[in-house]
């Protein structure tokens, strides 16, 4: 943990030394090819940008083509390409359990800690159903601000 904190001091620096933009992209799955059981309508990120040390909270619109009885999210966070989080969550503990097929919500709520660096991040999250077959993979960027913003929707 030593490691992060002195990374994100130093890319905190930097990051105020070349004055950061902020922006958010559009959805992309990682395999464009692929034809994954869930695919994504939009994420909703409030406050957009992420403001530090305040909670944030990621929505995720979704559709299923079967019914999802249980699995996790693999979240990872890449900061200008670096990576720097890994997380796995439960999938019941974001969204309701079992989901139908048709339309569903993912919602997540973090607090990022108040030294993380303002700047352009990118989020992967793979949907893993049972026996971690992989039902989705997309990323999507969002942003660290320094101040307080309205939420924003990505389609």
Do not use: W
């Not at 992309?28 to 059981?37: G, N, P, R, T, V």
């Not at 990872?76 to 097929?101: A, M, N, R, W």
């Not at 793979?126 to 942003?143: H, P, R, V």
């Amino acid at each position: 943990m030593s490691f992060f904190l002195l990374f994100c001091v130093v890319t905190a620096a930097t990051c105020l030394l070349l004055a950061c933009p902020v922006h958010a992209n559009q959805i992309e799955y990682c395999d464009k090819k692929a034809s994954y059981q869930v695919t994504v309508e939009g994420v909703e990120i409030n406050p957009n940008p992420v403001v530090r040390g305040q909670p944030a909270i990621f929505k995720i619109s979704a559709i299923t083509g079967n019914d999802i009885t249980k699995g996790k999210l693999v979240i990872d966070v890449k900061y200008f390409g670096i990576h720097i989080h890994q997380e796995t969550l439960d999938l019941c503990k974001e969204t309701s359990c079992p989901v139908s097929t048709g339309d569903f919500l993912l919602s997540h709520r973090q607090t990022l800690p108040s030294f993380t660096p303002p700047g352009s991040y990118t989020l992967i999250m793979k949907i893993l159903g049972e026996q971690d077959k992989q039902l989705t993979c997309f990323n999507f960027d969002f942003s660290i601000g320094f101040t307080e913003p309205d939420s924003v929707l990505l389609y």
